[in-house]
């Protein structure tokens, strides 16, 4: 136990009752995802198109986003260039100095957490308020999000009720879920209202239309755009699709993957700007074309950020989100921080007991583990292996060179399926704190091979 | 140089393996069709938290409206009549045109929205919205929504629904599948986030 991951993820499961909350939680969503997937027989066909497209589109990124900054150029919104992070959150900025704006309200996007955007903003006197209701009460508590999809998943609702009464004038001891909520709403109502300007991220730029698509439960992107006249949305570039039939595969795969329903909610697609308003467009790269030159990792430009990838990981589900060091925790965020800054972010590569669970049940077939043992074998080069890790190897390298020994193990493994899951996960066994214990086999190999069960 | 020249520059000097554009008629082809469509949808809807109903012959939608939503007292609505078979049906239940409203901010306490669905579509309970007022917001804002959506205009999927939506004038449109919704707090599903509260499909 020796990396940053692996000592926050001590203190995460410090506290054993949220430790099992979150971990069976997020393995009910993982099973929802499961269930509606089988209900499309052609799932595995859709997953190939839609690595498909992602390949050919970040392969031609050029040709699309000129096509798209001329289609959008041609419906009436401005578009904008940002090669990094500052020139990014500058763009915002001016565009809101322009317009005087004092109050903005932002839906959720990722690319804003990437760029610091609220921080920038806040520091020079702009109200920002986030409207996803995750990403406000965890703006309320000054917290960051800790999944990609469900930001608040880390938060008690008794944490949240205490926090309604303090910000919202709500009743104390009033803890239900639907109550709350509807506080909130209620709360934003006023601030979608009173705000001079909306932002959106994207899910989707669409070259052949110059539209952008953004995906919500929550209804707020909306809520936002259709009440101050004046819209910005910014995507990274890699969200570039060609056309809408590219959007047929994918808005089948987002919310099935990520939350188990069929569609989101909202599949909202901005065209024009709203008559006598503006609509303001952002293309950013921070460092993602840097990406394309990089055979090994390219893929994981195909991410939709749908989440699916940190639902099933037995890690992320028994360590929380904030014991990664980067901001995108799980198997995504794991490949995406080592190619930010990896003497920055190694920490996070032990973070993963190579199960392939993440790159199974990815809708854009990023190669996520694939990728995490691929950075593993770099960190001799980087000169940062992990100690534990190397004995760990090390213990295994033990086991296989005495067949007596090994053979022993193997045969009591099926016990440990039969224990109950606190034995399991004990806290002596450090090992099930970071990995999934496998299912061992009933009968082993060499005994069925004994039985003439294998032919 | 812009920051433009130096992103494309960039993306040129950095792109590798250049991969063809994906065929997906195969894959359309394949997808999910139904048998009846008309009960998928009206499935699949309630599923999303939605409620799907179908006028019969006969039957006034107004009346339909108002025994859905019988508190209701702010009512928008987009749209002036419907036509079912060979009679039109004004709607009369409505008290206002979204339109009327000076601000956007105006429309919060609308009760119930009438708006114009085009497109449904089955696997999902989705149903496409193209803007045809100015006031988008109506299509949120109001405590509940209800969709008129002629039966004849069900898709199986969002690869037959693609083909066929059109942003319009206004240069925006939407899928809407079932009411808003948000499980940000311990995951326990609570309907009315944002958006409408409730959400009716009438199939004419
Ligand atoms: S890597 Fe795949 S599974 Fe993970 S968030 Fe991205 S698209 Fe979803």
Not at chain 1, 66 to 82: I, P, R, T
Not at chain 1, 161 to 178: A, I, K, S, Y
Not at chain 2, 14 to 37: C, F, I, M, Q
Not at chain 2, 131 to 138: L, S, T
């Amino acid at each position: 136990m020796s990396t940053k991951h692996s000592k926050a993820a001590g203190k995460f499961l410090e506290n054993k009752g949220l430790a099992a909350w979150h971990d069976e939680t997020l393995w009910m969503v993982r099973a929802k995802r499961d269930k509606v997937s089988k209900e499309v027989p052609e799932w595995e066909h859709l997953r190939d198109m839609a690595s498909a497209i992602k390949m050919y589109s970040n392969s031609h990124l050029e040709q699309l986003l000129m096509e798209f900054e001329k289609n959008a150029l041609a419906n009436g919104a401005h578009v904008y260039w940002a090669k990094d992070a500052d020139e990014y959150c500058s763009i915002v900025y001016n565009i809101l100095k322009g317009h005087q704006v004092k109050h903005f309200i932002k839906s959720k996007s990722m690319l804003a957490e990437e760029c610091g955007l609220n921080e920038f903003l806040e520091n020079k006197g702009i109200e920002v308020v986030e409207s996803d209701l995750g990403e406000r009460i965890l703006q309320l508590m000054h917290k960051r999000p800790s999944h990609i999809v469900l930001p608040a998943i880390h938060v008690k609702k008794e944490e949240i009720g205490e926090l309604f009464v303090r910000e919202m004038g709500t009743e104390p001891g009033n803890n239900d879920q639907t109550y709350l909520t509807h506080a909130a709403r209620k709360n934003l109502r006023r601030k979608f209202i009173e705000a001079e300007a909306a932002m959106t991220g994207a899910n989707f730029a669409v070259a052949s239309t110059g539209e952008c698509v953004v995906c919500t439960n929550e209804g707020n992107a909306d809520m936002g755009t259709s009440q101050p006249k004046l819209q910005i949305t910014a995507f990274g570039m890699e969200k570039i699709v060609p056309d809408r039939d590219a959007l047929g595969v994918f808005t089948r795969l987002l919310a099935r993957s990520g939350t188990g329903q069929p569609i989101t909610t909202y599949t909202s697609h901005y065209r024009k700007p709203r008559k006598g308003g503006e609509l303001h467009i952002i293309i950013v790269d921070n460092g993602r074309s840097r990406i394309l030159a990089d055979q090994e990792h390219v893929k994981t430009l195909n991410c939709l950020r749908c989440g699916a990838c940190m639902n099933t990981c037995p890690v992320y589900r028994r360590s929380g989100g904030y014991s990664y060091t980067y901001f995108i925790p799980g198997p995504i965020g794991i490949n995406l921080g080592m190619l930010k800054a990896p003497l920055h972010y190694y920490d996070n590569v032990s973070a993963c007991s190579l199960c392939y669970s993440c790159q199974n049940v990815c809708p854009a077939k990023v190669n996520l583990a694939d990728q995490i043992y691929h950075w593993r074998q770099q960190l001799h080069t980087l000169g940062v292996a992990s100690s534990s890790k190397k004995l760990m190897s090390g213990g295994m390298k033990f086991l296989m060179s005495r067949p007596a020994l090994f053979n022993f193990a193997l045969k009591n493994a099926p016990i440990v399926n039969s224990l109950p899951r606190g034995m399991i996960y004990n806290d002596l066994n450090d090992w099930g704190k970071e990995r999934e214990i496998p299912e061992f086999a009933k009968e082993s190999f060499n005994e069925m091979w004994k039985k003439n069960k294998v032919k | 140089m812009s920051s433009r020249e130096d992103i494309l520059q960039s993306i040129r000097r950095n792109t590798r393996v250049r991969y063809e554009k994906p065929d997906l008629s195969g894959l359309e082809h394949e997808a999910l069709t139904y048998e009846d469509k008309l009960s998928k949808f009206c499935e699949i809807l309630k599923q999303v938290g939605g409620q799907a109903v179908i006028l019969k012959d006969k039957e006034n939608v107004n009346d339909m409206i108002k025994a859905a939503y019988p508190e209701a007292k702010r009512i928008a609505s987009t749209i002036k009549e419907i036509k079912t078979g060979n009679t039109i049906q004004p709607i009369t239940c409505s008290t206002f045109h979204p339109d009327d409203v000076e601000n956007s901010g105006d429309l919060d306490g609308t009760d119930v929205a009438i708006v114009d669905g085009r497109i449904g579509v089955c696997e999902n309970g989705a149903v496409w919205l193209t803007q045809d007022v100015e006031q988008r917001a109506v299509y949120f804002i109001s405590e509940a929504l209800v969709i008129i959506l002629d039966r004849n205009n069900l898709v199986n999927n969002m690869h037959e629904a693609y083909k066929q939506i059109d942003t319009g004038e206004y240069g925006y449109g939407v899928f809407i599948s079932g009411p808003s919704k948000t499980a940000d707090i311990e995951q326990a599903l609570v309907m009315g986030a944002h958006g409408a509260r409730s959400v009716t499909v009438i199939l004419i």
